[in-house]
Each structure stands twice: as C-alpha cells, then as structure tokens.
C-alpha cells in the first residue's frame, strides 16, 4: 500500500491508477481540519477520472439525509451538538458529489 495525501490530486491520481473503485471514509481530526472533507470530494472527483477510475464510494454520517418530513437531521433542534460540525462537513462533501459533472460514478 501506498501513502497519499487525499487532497494532493497528483498523488492520488498516481495511486489510484489501475484500481476499478475507491471507498474513501474520513472525518476531520479535530474542527480545525472540517474543510478535510469537502476538500477531499473535490480533490477525488478530480484524480479519480485523471487515473482511469469511475467509481467512488463516499462514506460519510447520516447527518445530511432526510427526515420523513424532508428537513435534515443535522438541521433538526434535536441533532447533538457534538457532532453537528462534522455533519455539516460531510452535508458539504454530499453537495460537492451532487454537482459532479458525472465523469465519477458515486
């Protein structure tokens, strides 16, 4: 296995090269790094066709899906506090993947 820096589009299109998928699974370390995850959608969504790749799983939390009532769960009054941050961050990695111009399977 080879290290990568998820955000270094170069690297990662050197490691990823010749792979049929990849699941990326991350969180920010701490509230300093929450940029970590929507900086990584993108930065992804740019390596993997640059590599031959088109298939992305993208793990994140439940925040940003939808209640019965259509509201999300992070913006519910009763979201915990303690993860909201995070929930938004992936929210924003959701919408980055939502406005792929479809050159990446996810």
């Known amino acids: ?3 990568a820096d ?3 589009v170069d690297a990662m299109t050197k490691v990823l090269a ?15 790094e ?3 995850v929507p900086d990584a959608a993108r930065a992804l969504l740019e390596a993997l066709p640059r590599a031959g790749v088109r298939r992305l799983l ?11 009532s259509g509201q999300r769960f992070v913006d519910s009054p009763d979201f915990p506090k303690q993860y909201e941050d995070e929930a938004l961050a992936q929210a924003r990695a959701l ?3 939502r ?3 479809g050159a990446v399977d996810w």
């Not at 010749?18 to 300093?32: C, I, N, T, W």
């Not at 993208?58 to 019965?68: D, E, H, N, T, Y």
Request: proline residues 2%; aromatic residues 2%; glycine residues 12%.
């Open 18 to 32: 010749e792979h049929d998928a990849v699941v990326a699974a991350l969180k920010a370390r701490d509230d300093s």
């Open 95 to 97: 919408e980055i993947l």
């Open 1 to 3: 296995m080879t290290d």
């Open 6 to 8: 998820v955000l270094d």
């Open 34 to 36: 929450l940029h970590v």
């Open 99 to 101: 406005g792929a111009n």
């Open 58 to 68: 993208f793990v994140g939390g439940g925040g940003s899906l939808l209640s019965p």
